[in-house]
Nanobody, 123 residues
Framework: QVQLVESGGGSVQAGGSLRLSCLISGFTYGSYCLGWFRRAQGKEREGVAS?????GTEYAGSVKGRFTISHDKNTLYLQILNFKPEDTGKYYC???????????????????WGPGTQVTVSS
């Protein structure tokens, strides 16, 4: 059974930094995509960053240069620098056995999701 659990959320000042973690269990690594999504209050969930089995990464335009996704063994990370108020939201990690370029991943149809961790940015 695949399980994902996020941690590391909390309150951070604008301009600050934070690292989110996602512990992944039961996942058989072969060809896969791992990623982070977020949902701000009143808005739809959006893709933030993804990483594939070959280490290839993609970022949303709004976070490029500030967010870094990485993967080490059974943990997925999201390093966030220079927090902005618009970064406030609930952050989710996701995983599936598909390329990150797959339409299903783009449409947020990954099979495995964590429950999310809240990040709040104060100005």
């Amino acid at each position: 059974q695949v399980q994902l659990v996020e941690s590391g959320g909390g309150s951070v000042q604008a301009g600050g930094s934070l690292r989110l973690s996602c512990l992944i269990s039961g996942f058989t690594y072969g060809s896969y995509c791992l990623g982070w999504f977020r949902r701000a209050q009143g808005k739809e969930r959006e893709g933030v960053a993804s990483i594939d089995a070959y280490g290839g990464t993609e970022y949303a335009g709004s976070v490029k240069g500030r967010f870094t996704i990485s993967h080490d063994k059974n943990t997925l990370y999201l390093q966030i620098l220079n927090f902005k108020p618009e970064d406030t939201g609930k952050y989710y990690c996701a995983a599936d056995y598909m390329p990150c370029a797959a339409d299903s991943w783009y449409r947020q149809l990954a099979r495995y999701w964590g429950p999310g961790t809240q990040v709040t940015v104060s100005s």
